[in-house]
């Protein structure tokens, strides 16, 4: 967990400084949402899950925890972007406004918690990495599907990146709540 979170704040400053854009307001989306993904992908290893013995006897019920872990996880992601954005405020720049952080945020955390449904803790990066990447090397269109399956650099307030990132965390929160990690 500290690497983890050293990883996304090493990675939230180094994308400060690189990201700069001279005042010019919200710039290039990719930075904020490579920011985002290195978060998320630094911290899909804690979704690896306890032991199944400890599982089976816990007097509290993991399906609440595992969802609280995914949430928070996620809301980590979007609060170090927004602090370190906060701590340069002053030099006038800004890599995203709040509403395209935390929808990304979001989308990005239900896939990591997808990956983790799907094929265990140790590769729940697999899949923002590959959407990430998809993105970034995707011809722009404007249909629907396209807009859809580039929704993490969408502008804030886009209803296909609004409602594909909705979609991707009630997805994978609910199947990594309810199966928990694959073994």
């Given at each position: ?5 050293a990883?996304?704040a090493i990675?939230?400053?180094?994308m400060?400084?690189?990201?700069g ?6 710039g ?9 993904a290195?978060?998320?992908?630094a ?8 032991d199944l013995a400890?599982d089976r006897?816990?007097a509290?019920?993991?399906?609440p925890?595992?969802?609280a ?5 996620g ?9 370190v954005q ?9 890599m995203?406004?709040a509403?395209?952080?935390v929808r990304?945020s979001a989308g990005?955390?239900?896939?990591a918690?997808l990956?983790?449904?799907l094929s265990g803790g140790r ?8 959407w990430?990447?998809f ?11 396209m ?8 502008p804030?307030?886009?209803?296909a ?6 979609l ?5 929160t609910?199947a990594?709540?309810?199966?928990g990690?694959?073994r």
């Open positions: 967990m500290p690497a983890s979170f990883a996304l990675g939230a400053a180094a400060r400084v690189l990201g854009d001279g005042g010019q307001g919200a290039d989306p990719r930075v904020p949402v490579l920011v985002l290195t978060g998320v992908m911290a899909s290893i804690g979704l690896s899950g306890q400890l006897t816990a509290i019920r993991w399906v925890r595992r969802a872990h995914v949430l928070l996880g809301a980590v992601v979007a609060a170090v972007l927004v602090a906060g701590v340069g405020s002053g030099m006038g720049t800004s995203a406004d509403g395209f952080v990304d990005l955390t239900g896939l918690a990956g983790a449904a590769y729940a990066w697999t899949l923002p990495f590959g990430l990447s993105s970034f090397f995707a011809p722009a269109g404007t249909g629907t599907a807009r859809v399956a580039t929704w993490m650099l969408l804030a307030g886009a209803a990146g609004t409602w594909t990132a909705v991707l965390l009630g997805v994978g609910a990594y709540a309810l199966a990690p694959r």
